[in-house]
């Protein structure tokens, strides 16, 4: 078993923000001027030569020029538009789970890590006085791991990692009582094209992670994203015909083969 210290400039850096503290930035700064629906998604989308007639999970309905899936390597867009998630996913054979637990190390702007075969546990904090980032990583492609059984999951976990040294004791007494757990798995997704008609996919709904070992290097993980906002892809929408969404998906196929061929 080994334990190592991270440096900012692998995890952690100056760079780094906690999902929710983003999401907040983004929403006050566009409230006023973008309408946003909580606690709803997307469950059916018809083309209607002029737009796109969307249902949403409250029975709600709306008329759109263009829809952009961004929801996901679970997309559910995907799955409305392109077809089920088996077709497009490939499992790499890890699973993971992120919770925030207290900062006992007082991480700033840096992270640790211990591994064994098969296990990994980490912890990132990018301020001492608040919680820090665990995360638990399990390499075995034949486990039965189910994203969303969250208590199956943790209990998977806490079986797994029973018995290893360093914080691992603390973070999985951390992980049983943490009130929100992402647990999810680290797959690609594999489209021939990331646009169809009206509707786009972008970040893991259209590409997802290009390997397995991207936990350690998160930077990979948003390299096509990061391309795309540099190239300049458009969207053409003319009244009464489907908007051209080939540039996009031309530009966004091309990114996303030079991340995944790079070492």
Same mark, same amino acid.
């Given at each position: 078993?080994?334990?190592?210290?991270? !440096?900012?400039?692998?995890?952690?850096?100056?760079?780094?923000?906690?999902?929710?503290?983003?999401?907040?930035?983004?929403?006050?700064?566009?409230?006023?001027?973008?309408?946003?629906?909580?606690?709803?998604?997307?469950?059916?989308?018809?083309?209607?030569?002029?737009?796109?007639?969307?249902?949403?999970?409250?029975?709600?309905?709306?008329?759109?020029?263009?829809?952009?899936?961004?929801?996901?390597?679970?997309?559910?867009?995907?799955?409305?538009?392109?077809?089920?998630?088996?077709?497009?996913?490939?499992?790499?054979?890890?699973?993971?789970?992120?919770?925030?637990?207290?900062?006992?190390?007082?991480?700033?702007?840096?992270?640790?890590?211990?591994?064994?075969?098969?296990?990994?546990?980490?912890?990132?904090?990018?301020?001492?006085?608040?919680?820090?980032?665990?995360?638990?990583?399990?390499?075995?492609?034949?486990?039965?791991?189910?994203?969303?059984?969250?208590?199956?999951?943790?209990?998977?976990?806490?079986?797994?990692?029973?018995?290893?040294?360093?914080?691992?004791?603390?973070?999985?007494?951390?992980?049983?009582?943490?009130?929100?757990?992402?647990?999810?798995?680290?797959?690609?997704?594999?489209?021939?094209?990331?646009?169809?008609?009206?509707?786009?996919?972008?970040?893991?709904?259209?590409?997802? !992670?290009?390997?397995?070992?991207?936990?350690?290097?998160?930077?990979?993980?948003?390299?096509?994203?990061?391309?795309?906002?540099?190239?300049?892809?458009?969207?053409?929408?003319?009244?009464?015909?489907?908007?051209?969404?080939?540039?996009?998906?031309?530009?966004?196929?091309?990114?996303?083969?030079?991340?995944?061929?790079?070492?």
């Amino acid at each position: 078993m080994k334990s190592a210290r991270l !440096p900012a400039e692998v995890i952690s850096g100056e760079v780094e923000i906690h999902w929710g503290d983003f999401t907040r930035i983004l929403y006050e700064a566009v409230r006023n001027d973008v309408n946003y629906r909580f606690g709803v998604r997307v469950t059916a989308l018809a083309d209607n030569s002029r737009g796109l007639d969307v249902t949403f999970s409250d029975g709600s309905t709306g008329s759109y020029d263009l829809v952009i899936g961004a929801d996901g390597l679970h997309s559910g867009t995907r799955r409305l538009v392109f077809g089920p998630e088996e077709r497009y996913v490939t499992q790499l054979g890890q699973c993971f789970g992120f919770f925030d637990i207290e900062n006992r190390l007082r991480l700033d702007h840096c992270g640790m890590a211990y591994i064994d075969a098969g296990r990994t546990a980490a912890l990132q904090g990018i301020d001492p006085d608040k919680p820090a980032r665990a995360s638990l990583f399990l390499s075995d492609p034949h486990v039965a791991f189910d994203y969303r059984d969250t208590e199956g999951s943790k209990r998977l976990f806490v079986e797994r990692y029973a018995g290893m040294g360093w914080e691992v004791p603390t973070l999985l007494d951390g992980l049983a009582e943490a009130p929100e757990v992402y647990f999810d798995s680290i797959a690609q997704v594999h489209l021939d094209s990331y646009a169809r008609g009206r509707v786009c996919l972008t970040g893991d709904a259209a590409w997802a !992670p290009r390997h397995a070992r991207a936990w350690v290097r998160l930077s990979r993980w948003s390299a096509p994203t990061c391309w795309l906002t540099k190239c300049k892809w458009r969207v053409t929408i003319t009244p009464r015909r489907s908007p051209d969404t080939g540039d996009y998906s031309r530009h966004t196929s091309r990114g996303v083969r030079s991340s995944r061929s790079t070492p």
